[in-house]
Nanobody, 124 residues
Framework: QVQLVESGGGLVQAGGSLTLSCTVS????????MGWFRQAPGKEREFVAT????????YYADSVKGRFTISRDNAKNTVYLQMDSLKPEDTAVYYC?????????????????WGQGTQVTVTS
């Protein structure tokens, strides 16, 4: 049974940084693209970033481009989200997800395994 476990969330002041990690078990990690999504209170879940199976290709939502960096370590079955210059509007529960395929995708329907989420709160 596939399991995704996120960690690294927390409380940070605006302008600060956090690094989220997501470790996958129970399924091959290196042959699937990975993504990060987030959901703020009262809002729908939205795409944040995605990375291809090799790590060569990445794509970001406009709202985080230039501030967030997605990466992966296939030897550790782990995907990361480095978040810099955080803003209060980045406050949300962050979810990692594993895609059904190898290429980058931004739509949640193409991801078939999800973590439980980790809370990120940015104060002004």
């Amino acid at each position: 049974q596939v399991q995704l476990v996120e960690s690294g969330g927390g409380l940070v002041q605006a302008g600060g940084s956090l690094t989220l990690s997501c470790t996958v078990s129970g399924r091959n990690f290196s042959s699937n693209a990975m993504g990060w999504f987030r959901q703020a209170p009262g809002k729908e879940r939205e795409f944040v970033a995605t990375i291809s199976w090799t790590g060569r290709n990445t794509y970001y939502a406009d709202s985080v481009k230039g501030r967030f960096t997605i990466s992966r370590d296939n030897a550790k079955n782990t995907v990361y989200l480095q978040m810099d210059s955080l803003k209060p509007e980045d406050t949300a529960v962050y979810y990692c997800a594993q895609s059904k395929g190898v290429g980058i995708v931004t739509f949640a329907k193409f991801y078939d395994a999800w973590g439980q989420g980790t809370q990120v709160t940015v104060t002004s």
